[in-house]
């Protein structure tokens, strides 16, 4: 019987083959795990982006209900407001509101958002909304008024009707017409007059230095003069809604008396509500070796008298002047007198502010601040009517009023609020009218009137821009409508 055998050779090339197959086995596991951990750590990030991705809409749409929020309520006050938006599938976002002050117009925003472990938030620095005052001339109806030669703006324009540009010829051949620095808008399709002396001065050159070559001229240049642009009606303006912030603020005018509280302890952030004819005249006292700004009010109805009494108006964001229907008939309405009709004495504001009346506002007198450097004052000031603004003063000799002012003709939709000059078309010349800040009315009267190249009567007017109103006015100026802007996104 045979017994066959491998040879030596054929097991080993057996044992070979076995080898590489079991290697073969090896590696392909190992490229096989390999590619599963990739594969299960990329799928892994993939969720987690989703997450981030999720988490940061999320805290988005939260900012986004933090500003809806901003937008539809009347007045948020000084306090830090929570809330919680919760989406359809049931994911949040935890939302914080601080306001800057309690003027209830300007906020920062935090809005956080976790997702599956993932946290991501939404901060917004400044959350604010544009007022009326960022214009340095805002008229609905312009009357079929003249900006004449002269006259000068170095900040932004708006009008609800045509405006009529006027000018002449100098002897020496180049023109004499109004100068605009700043964009000047007007709902109307077309400007009106003659616009060829319309002449516009880059802002980064002065007034009292600029040369002739300087000017570009309407013919040469249209940049900077649009038409057709509409804007929110100034009837909308929200007395009732600042008439309750002015009784939330209010506070009792002794609190802030000069001759009983001291200069280092005042009170700030207050407001003063009166009803019926009031008067104020505000001036820079001593007080304990200190200079302080005091406002001197007059009010039957808060006082008693008509005397004048004195508060800090350092301590005062908010005036509100409300009607009075009853009692005795000559301090009934809201009227507002702003200045010592009897001595003719200027009032000089230390102190930021606004001043809302129910009824017309008077201006006698000067109106200037203390600090006369803008670049680190901070007084401002707002004046705001439901009604008329009018200039009441004779007396020959330059006028110099600084501020912000608003007539809003807020009483009705029939109702106009007007600003203007009395008794403009007298056959006196005062002089020249300086405006520091803002003209903001329904419709503008004539402050003086002028033929041909002469001046008749009343003012001629010289306007300059208050920039600081155009980022941070008065407190409780009035916004323009619901838009809202924003800055430092992240």
């Known amino acids: 019987m045979n017994t066959q055998h491998p040879t030596s050779r054929e097991s080993s090339r057996e044992g070979s083959a076995l080898i590489l197959v079991v290697v073969v086995l090896l590696i392909v596991t190992g ?75 300007e906020f ?10 993932i946290t991501r938030t939404v901060n917004i620095g400044r959350i604010y909304r544009p007022t009326y005052l960022e214009y340095a001339t805002f008229y609905e109806d312009f009357q079929n008024l003249w900006y004449i030669y002269g006259f000068f703006s170095d900040g932004k324009i708006w009008t609800g009707t045509k405006q009529n540009i006027y000018g002449y010829d100098l002897s020496n051949g180049e023109r004499y017409g109004p100068i605009f620095q700043e964009l000047n808008e007007t709902k109307a399709s077309k400007y009106g007059g003659y616009p060829e002396y319309a002449a516009s001065l880059d802002p980064s050159l002065n007034k009292n230095t600029y040369t002739y070559a300087d000017l570009e001229f309407w013919d040469e240049n249209t940049q900077g003069y649009e038409t057709g642009v509409d804007k929110p009606d100034l009837f909308t303006v929200d007395f009732a809604d600042t008439s309750y912030i002015a009784s939330t603020l209010d506070v009792d005018p002794a609190l802030l008396d000069p001759t009983q509280v001291h200069p280092n302890s005042k009170p700030a952030g207050k407001a003063l509500k009166f009803n019926g004819r009031t ?71 230390k102190g930021n502010m606004s001043i809302w009346t129910e009824d017309d506002v008077t201006l006698p007198t000067h109106v200037v601040y203390h600090n006369q450097n803008l670049e680190e004052s901070t007084d401002k000031l707002g004046v705001i009517s439901k009604d008329d603004i009018w200039i009441d003063r004779t007396k020959v000799g330059d006028l110099v009023l600084q501020g912000g002012y608003i007539a809003s003709g807020a009483i009705s939709e029939n109702d106009t609020g007007v600003m ?44 300059t821009f208050d920039w600081r109103f155009a980022t941070a006015p008065p407190p409780f100026t009035p916004v323009i409508g619901s838009e809202i802007r924003y800055e430092g996104w992240h």
């Not at 005397?307 to 507002?336: C, F, M, Q």
């Not at 009395?422 to 009267?445: C, E, M, P, T």
Request: charged content about 20%; hydrophobic content about 35%.
């Open 31 to 105: 490229y096989s795990s390999v590619s599963l951990r990739n594969s299960i750590a990329m799928q892994r990030q993939a969720r987690r982006q989703v997450w981030m991705e999720q988490a940061q809409f999320l805290a988005q749409a939260g900012a986004e209900e933090a500003a809806r929020i901003i937008n539809t309520s009347s007045y948020l006050g000084a306090d830090v407001t929570t809330s919680t938006l919760t989406l359809p599938d049931g994911q949040v976002a935890d939302i914080t509101i601080t306001p800057a002050n309690n003027q209830g117009k």
């Open 108 to 117: 920062s925003i935090q809005s956080t958002a976790t997702v599956e472990g």
């Open 279 to 349: 008067e104020v005249r505000f001036s820079v006292k001593s007080v304990s070796g200190q200079e302080v700004g005091v406002a001197e009010f007059r009010n039957k109805d808060k006082f008693g008298d008509w005397n004048w009494h004195p508060v800090y108006s350092e301590s005062i964001d908010l005036i509100y002047v409300a009607n009075k229907s009853d009692g005795d008939a000559d301090h009934r309405a809201g009227t507002l007198v702003m200045g010592d009709t009897e001595n003719d004495t200027p009032n000089i504001l």
């Open 420 to 463: 203007g000059l009395v008794d403009y078309n007298n056959s006196v010349v005062r002089g020249k009218l300086h405006f520091l800040g803002s003209r903001v009315a329904q419709r503008v009267q004539a402050y003086g009137v002028f033929s041909g190249s002469s001046f008749v009567s009343g003012y001629q007017t010289e306007a």
